[in-house]
């Protein structure tokens, strides 16, 4: 019997939706084009053609090393079409790991746009299993033009394949520390992740603002759910600050999802004054902890945006979700599993703990399937139907989860451990501090625990502002007690975040702190 074409990840978020509202506008790129359901996805079955005119069957590993957002946007769905597995590369690694990544994805076929043909030309001769080297936006040396294949396309509409639990793409993990992981997600985990925006208010004239972050996860997490809830898309090549604060106003944009970092950012400078941002309807905020005086500046500026926050990893994207603003989700919290999911806490043993912290459990349909040639990997973190991947957190009785971070992040100090972030919201919570980033450096004290740790706490001023340490660890005495007090502070012009490609900071990368300003714990 023939599959369904609605099991397959693309026609079922795109072509679905061009049948059932042809010429409701679907996306609209740098506010200079704009394509309704109908038309996206003609566009989408001719680059699907042109994939297969390149020679990719269903099943290939295609590497994807696009940064044009209308690129990605056109690819990825053209190659979930047709079949093929994406290994979705990051623009934003550096040559040796990109080299890596490919290599041990076993992609025989690259696709690449201009924006990174530097970097193609110095990793090409190093990947001599990649046979098909494929460019769109123009021709290339050596390379097929996908762009004159498309034009040569036929008009027709493609025939997907690729359903339910075949390979869809591979999604890679941050990488903070080792080459980046490939979680597979399939036609079927993808179209779990895609009901995200369903579990959230919405309605007929509901637009997503996104920016260069939709390579990676952040296709599935955000273009997806969009184009699936029949919502408007507005891709940007930047989501910084600056340019969000001209495209909110202009496409009236509703639903946005991004980090608490970015808001500092954005409330922190005057810049935002004056501007008409009451269009907002939804704010979703993950990655890191949200600081009761961040929402605090968010409902003043955004009074009519609701703020949610949610907790998931590449490997489950999204699984809880929780609105913070209007207390039905205690703030701290990443809210309940959403429809289908399920979020648990296990002690030592395994055993199921409520009220307790302990090791996050994720589970539903949207789990990777595992790692991309990483049997040990993979067995490590997967457990029957759960995803354990190293977070701690606790899960009150009504369902909802707190999330407090990282096993690794967790810091020692006078026999008790803490979280960094009680120590980052006390910081930002006095006036004048706009971030904090607090890490546990070992104390090397003879006679005293190896494992006992000092605190560092990074903090950066709010513009127009100053910051005196001594005056700030004179306030953070009186808030904190003594094993969460910093041992030293540093005032700093910014602090170091993951390069997501989003235009605005990624998440906090604590270890980077550690490593630029731990000297001046140990020469102290």
């Not at 010429?23 to 038309?39: I, Q």
């Not at 990488?175 to 309605?203: E, M, N, Q, Y």
């Amino acid at each position: 019997m023939a599959r369904s074409p609605y099991g397959n990840y693309a026609y079922a978020i795109l072509t679905a939706n061009a049948l059932r509202t042809p010429d409701k506008v679907a996306l609209t790129y740098c506010g200079e084009r704009s394509f309704t359901y109908s038309e996206l996805d003609r566009i989408v079955d001719r680059r699907a053609h042109a994939l297969t005119a390149a020679g990719i069957e269903p099943r290939r590993r295609v590497a994807a090393l696009l940064n044009e957002t209308l690129h990605v946007a056109e690819v990825y769905l053209a190659a979930a079409k047709l079949g093929a597995v994406t290994a979705a590369l990051n623009p934003y690694w550096p040559v040796d790991t990109l080299r890596e990544v490919v290599a041990h994805s076993g992609a025989t076929a690259f696709v690449y746009d201009s924006t990174v043909e530097r970097v193609v030309a110095e990793i090409r001769p190093r990947l001599p299993d990649v046979t098909t080297w494929i460019k769109v936006g123009g021709p290339g040396e050596d390379a097929v033009d996908l762009d004159a294949l498309t034009a040569a396309a036929p008009d027709g509409e493609f025939a997907p394949d690729g359903s339910g639990d075949d390979p869809l793409a591979l999604y890679y993990t941050s990488g903070t520390t080792g080459l980046p992981k490939a979680a597979i997600h399939t036609h079927a985990s993808s179209l779990a992740t895609a009901r995200i925006w369903l579990d959230v208010p919405r309605a007929e004239d509901s637009v997503l603002g996104t920016g260069a972050i939709i390579w990676g996860i952040g296709f599935p997490a955000l273009v997806g759910p969009a184009l699936y809830a029949g919502m408007r898309l507005v891709l940007e090549q930047d989501w910084g600050p600056a340019n969000f604060l001209r495209v909110v106003p202009r496409e009236r944009v509703t639903h946005v999802s991004q980090i608490p970092s970015f808001y500092a950012a954005l409330l922190g400078s005057d810049d935002h004054e004056g501007v008409d941002l009451s269009s907002l309807r939804v704010i979703m905020l993950g990655g890191e902890a949200l600081p009761a005086t961040l929402l605090g500046r968010m409902r003043e500026r955004l009074p009519g945006a609701g703020v949610y926050c949610y907790y998931g990893q590449t490997e489950a994207p999204y699984t809880c979700f929780g609105r913070v603003d209007d207390g039905s989700t205690p703030l701290g919290s990443s809210g309940r599993a959403r429809t289908g999911n399920a979020v648990r806490i296990t002690g030592p043993s395994g055993d199921r703990v409520v009220g307790e912290v302990g090791e996050i459990n994720l589970a539903g349909p949207h789990r990777m399937s595992g790692y991309d040639r990483l049997p040990g990997k993979t067995a490590e973190v997967l457990r029957g139907e759960w995803y354990v991947g190293g977070d701690l957190g606790v899960l009150a009785e009504d369902g909802n989860l707190t999330v407090l971070g990282r096993r690794e992040d967790a810091i020692l100090k006078g026999g008790a451990w803490s979280q960094p972030s009680v120590v980052e919201e006390a910081a930002v919570a006095l006036d004048d501090v706009a971030e904090a980033g607090a890490v546990g450096v070992p104390a090397h004290v003879d006679g005293q625990d190896a494992a006992e740790q000092r605190i560092l706490l990074a903090v950066v001023a709010r513009a127009g502002h100053s910051l005196d340490p001594s005056k700030l660890a004179i306030a953070l005495a009186e808030s904190l007690p003594e094993h969460r007090r910093p041992d030293r502070i540093v005032v700093a012009d910014e602090l170091p975040h993951f390069q997501d490609a989003s235009g605005g900071p990624g998440k906090l990368l604590r270890r980077e702190i550690r490593e630029r300003y731990r000297h001046l714990l140990e020469e102290a």
